[in-house]
């Protein structure tokens, strides 16, 4: 049988959570200067977006590109209010991101954090 999915999981009423985090490679722009910056935690696209708006109101540019390797996908199941199991899958700096196997990774870990066997975590698992 398939694994539980997140959309089956929220279908049933969990509230799941899942968040991608990506390295990035930047760059500011001060007049003709480039200032490059490390990044030794991967970080959400929607971070990235908020650097970017700090920064252009002082009048300096960012570049930025998405790098293929490395990452990290976090998923968190709720019932109601509360965290019931929270799973992170990672990347090495070898590996190519990919967001459909981290999540999957991700889910089974969290599932695991409950205490849902392997056996349970086929779609049977729903109908208890």
């Known amino acids: 049988m ?3 999915s997140v959309a089956e999981l929220r279908a049933q009423g969990y509230r799941v959570f ?3 985090c990506r390295f990035y490679r930047f760059a ?3 007049g003709m200067t480039v200032v490059p910056v490390s990044n ?5 696209r929607s971070q990235i977006n908020e650097l970017a708006q700090q920064v252009s109101s002082g009048n300096q540019i960012v570049h930025f590109e998405t790098l293929s390797r490395g990452g990290r996908t976090e998923v968190e199941v709720y019932n109601g209010d509360e965290l019931i199991g929270r799973g992170i ?5 070898n590996d190519a991101y990919n967001k459909k196997i981290g999540r999957t990774i991700a889910l089974g870990r969290a599932l695991q954090a409950i205490g ?8 049977t698992f729903l109908t208890s």
């Open 2 to 4: 398939k694994n539980v």
């Open 18 to 20: 899942v968040r991608h």
């Open 28 to 30: 500011f722009s001060i």
């Open 40 to 44: 030794d935690d991967p970080v959400t």
């Open 89 to 93: 899958a990672s990347c090495s700096d």
């Open 116 to 123: 849902v066997s392997r056996v349970g975590r086929q779609k």
